[in-house]
Nanobody, 122 residues
Framework: QVQLVESGGGLVQAGGSRRLSCAASGSIFSINAMGWYRQVPGNQRELVATITSGGITNYADSVKGRFTISRDNAKNTVFLQMNNLKPEDTAVYYC????????????????WGKGTLVTVSS
């Protein structure tokens, strides 16, 4: 019953900014790492940014300095602030979360959102 719902995608001009949000809901005991991935048709889905439950972040080299991932643990939400967007950032962005549904002793499973399209025009 766990569900991840992304929002915030849309059309933006190069150099502009956009903030993506992803809210997890359902049978959640705890959320471990969360992250954002993106995929262009015909290409492999790639990691954009991740953030641990403790707030440690990791970014793809292509977005370092431009994107910022953050999370609101109280709301089970992860954000991706995207600044200075480039046409090559155009992709479907997917939210990911490793979630325990039962207890602390349960293993976490990966959950994915359906994706939100970000189109950057020049």
């Amino acid at each position: 019953q766990v569900q991840l719902v992304e929002s915030g995608g849309g059309l933006v001009q190069a150099g502009g900014s956009r903030r993506l949000s992803c809210a997890a809901s359902g049978s959640i005991f705890s959320i471990n790492a969360m992250g954002w991935y993106r995929q262009v048709p015909g290409n492999q889905r790639e990691l954009v940014a991740t953030i641990t439950s403790g707030g440690i972040t990791n970014y793809a080299d292509s977005v370092k300095g431009r994107f910022t991932i953050s999370r609101d643990n109280a709301k089970n939400t992860v954000f991706l602030q995207m600044n200075n967007l480039k046409p090559e950032d155009t992709a479907v962005y997917y939210c990911n979360a490793n979630i325990r549904t039962r207890s602390l002793y349960d293993y976490g499973m990966e959950y994915w959102g359906k994706g939100t399209l970000v189109t950057v025009s020049s």
